[in-house]
């Protein structure tokens, strides 16, 4: 069975300053790994996600996450954080095309001017 | 496309009584997810759907919970009877056979007086 750890349920940048969101998973296979982000009271949109070949993935927004095998990470960053940056985010791990996403606990952004 | 469509976007009921949430996934999608959201326990995969048939429910609560799916433009979550701790965001996601990407709708808000 797969599971996923964030590290830190809240975290807080300023405006400008470095985002960096922690993603840990575990799998037995070779993961597909996602990254979702919640603006409040909306549903969940996808931000960017890995499934194979090259292990940095741009997605919208401005933000990238990076597939390392070897730590099991997959931490999601952004150079420059926005105030409309400020939601929850979720990373997710699935075993296969089609099959049921693992969530983790979710990681509440906050971005001060 | 519209998206995931899920209604109604908030329900208020009061404890016994029945709750039907309705989604229609995207068009063409042949994976259909239930989830639930609340601030104790996350998000939580309640059963999905392939090809209108049921994969996995493991994740229903319990009996008072079913979920069905006539064909592949519509599906169906009931309660009955609702308890106040039922209260929670429970959307709906689709997805294509290939992928492993999930659409959220925009869930549907429900509170149990």
């Known amino acids: 069975a797969q599971s996923v750890t964030q590290l830190g349920s809240h975290v807080s940048v300023s405006e400008g300053a470095l985002v960096l969101l922690r993603c840990n998973y575990s799998s037995s296979v070779p993961p597909y790994l996602f990254w979702y982000v919640q603006y409040p009271n909306q549903g969940l949109q996808l931000l960017l996600k890995?499934?194979?070949?090259?292990?940095l993935v741009k997605g919208i927004n401005g933000f990238e996450a990076e597939f390392k095998k070897s730590e099991t990470s997959f931490h999601l960053t952004k150079p420059s954080a926005h105030m409309s940056d400020a939601a929850e985010y979720f990373c997710?791990?699935?075993?296969?095309?089609?099959?049921?996403?693992?969530f983790g606990g979710g990681t509440r952004l906050m971005v001060k001017p | 496309d519209a998206g995931v469509i899920q209604s109604p976007r908030h329900e208020v009921t009061e404890m016994g009584q029945e709750v039907t949430l309705r989604c229609k996934p995207i068009?063409?999608?042949?994976?259909l997810f239930w989830y639930r959201q609340t601030m104790m326990r996350g998000l939580e995969l309640l059963i999905y759907f392939n090809n209108n048939v049921p994969i996995d429910d493991s994740g229903m609560p319990e009996d008072r919970f079913s979920a069905k799916m006539p064909n592949a433009s519509f599906s169906t979550l009931k309660i009955q009877p609702s308890e106040p701790r039922d209260s929670a965001v429970y959307f709906c996601a689709s997805s294509l056979r290939g992928t492993s990407e999930q659409y959220f709708g925009p869930g549907t808000r429900l509170t149990v007086t």
């Open positions: 068009s063409g999608h042949d994976y």
């Open positions: 997710a791990v699935s075993v296969s095309a089609g099959n049921m996403l693992t």
């Open positions: 890995y499934t194979t070949g090259a292990t």
